[in-house]
């Protein structure tokens, strides 16, 4: 596999959704891959139905409180989680359950080093993590009469372009990068338990044979504050159907399809363009100045 592709692994039981890359990229013709899924769903039907279990340990959790303690005075954990019902507690990585489809592997990226189970303070620093890169390219052209356009390009797929408060009274505009989320996150939601972020940590500890870590518990109030909501994640359905996708899935050859497709990039573009408009004092009022 070259620096240009990346490995792709995708949960199949529960049927395939329209994703042009896994077209092209699987090497599978129609009626092999539909063979493929038909087995993958009868291994499915053989589960035993899903049971209600908390995948909050709440021995393990008194037992590590004080260093629990510790990450909550962090300033970033509270702004990410602002709104939310959270808590920090020890969860059982076995009895979460997967809203994402597809797993998506980087050979530049290489896997770093896993705590052992009990190794409270290494497996805390790989939950809480440290800001993620936002490293980017930045290309603008601005050839045209008042207008300016400007891309990221990135390899990290979560970079955001944020609105932010001021914290002087310079003239910056109130614009930051933010990588995503650094914090291993679950949400409890209708009883079920959700692994929301940190699918790649968490297969590498199941890999690894460690199955207990420290993570953000989210009590969800809604799909939306899940985090399931865009179009190539399972739908709510089969979130709650009697066998819904289990984090643990990932590792089961029986339930993926392991292919190959090109590389992917985040590319944010903005347009500045200026203009001159009529002056409306209603609409001034109501404008929030930054």
């Not at 949960?11 to 896994?22: K, P």
């Not at 993590?129 to 356009?149: A, C, F, K, P, Y």
């Amino acid at each position: 596999m070259t620096s240009s592709k990346v490995a792709v692994h995708e949960l199949i039981a529960w049927g395939l959704d329209e994703y042009s890359y896994r077209d092209g990229a699987a090497g599978f013709d129609s009626t092999e891959l539909a063979a493929r899924v038909r087995q993958a769903g009868a291994r499915l039907t053989e589960r035993d139905r899903h049971a209600t279990t908390s995948a909050l340990l709440e021995q393990e959790t008194r037992d590590i409180q004080p260093l629990l303690a510790m990450v909550t005075q962090r300033e970033d954990l509270h702004l990410d989680n602002q709104g939310l019902d959270w808590t920090l507690g020890v969860v059982d990585l076995r009895l979460l359950l997967a809203f994402q489809r597809r797993l998506i592997f980087s050979p530049s990226r290489e896997v770093s080093f896993t705590p052992r189970q009990g190794d409270w303070p290494g497996l805390i620093s790989l939950a809480v993590g440290s800001e993620r890169d936002t490293e980017h390219v930045l290309i603008h052209n601005d050839s045209e009469t008042d207008r300016l356009d400007i891309r990221l390009h990135s390899s990290n797929p979560d970079l955001q372009l944020r609105f932010t408060p001021k914290r002087n009274g310079c003239g910056a505009l109130p614009l930051s990068l933010y990588g995503g989320s650094p914090f291993f996150e679950v949400a409890e939601f209708r009883g079920r338990w959700f692994l929301r972020d940190g699918y790649h940590r968490a297969y590498h500890l199941l890999q690894a044979g460690v199955n207990r870590i420290p993570a953000v518990v989210i009590y969800a109030r809604s799909i939306e504050e899940v985090g399931a909501t865009t179009p190539w994640f399972f739908h709510e359905e089969q979130l709650f159907s009697d066998r819904p996708p289990r984090v643990t899935d990932f590792l089961d050859s029986s339930m993926i399809m392991r292919y190959e497709r090109t590389a992917l990039r985040k590319v944010i573009r903005v347009r500045v363009e200026e203009s001159l408009e009529p002056f409306d004092e209603i609409e001034e009022g109501q404008e929030k100045r930054l």
